[in-house]
C-alpha cells in the first residue's frame, strides 16, 4: 500500500514523461531574426532567437515569378519557427521556399542570396 502511494507521487511530480532529450538538445540553438533580410543586410533590426521546443531556425525566401516563368529572389525572412517543415510555395506572382534547419546556430542565413 505504501508503494502505491509513492509510484503515486512520483507520477504527480513528473507528469511529462515525452522525449526530454530532445528539449535539451534545442536549449542552446540560437537563430538569427529578421523580417527582411536581402543580399548580405537586414533592412529591419537583426536580432536573435533562441529555439524552444518544437522549433527550428527557419530563412523563408520570397521569389518574384517573372512572365517566363523564372523565379527572382526578392528578400528573405528569418525566425525560429514551431513545427517548421522545408517546403515550396508556388503561386501566379510568387514562390515562397521555406528552410528549416537545427543542426548549428544561426544556421538560417541564406547562402548565395
Known amino acids: ?37 536581402h543580399l548580405g543586410l537586414c533592412y529591419d533590426v537583426m536580432s536573435s532567437c533562441t529555439l524552444k521546443h518544437r522549433q527550428s531556425c527557419a530563412a523563408e525566401n520570397f521569389y518574384i515569378l517573372t512572365r517566363k516563368g523564372q523565379s ?23 514562390r ?3 528552410i528549416c534547419c537545427k543542426h548549428s546556430s544561426y544556421c538560417n542565413l541564406p547562402m548565395g542570396l
Do not use: A
Open 1 to 37: 500500500m505504501c508503494t502505491l502511494f509513492v509510484l503515486g507521487m512520483v507520477f504527480l511530480s513528473y507528469p511529462y514523461w515525452g522525449d526530454l532529450q530532445e528539449v535539451g538538445q534545442d536549449l542552446g540553438t540560437m537563430c538569427y531574426k529578421c523580417k527582411k533580410y
Open 72 to 94: 527572382m529572389y526578392h528578400y528573405s525572412r528569418l525566425s525560429c519557427m514551431t513545427n517548421c517543415e522545408d517546403i515550396n510555395f508556388l503561386s501566379y506572382e510568387k
Open 96 to 98: 515562397i521556399e521555406l
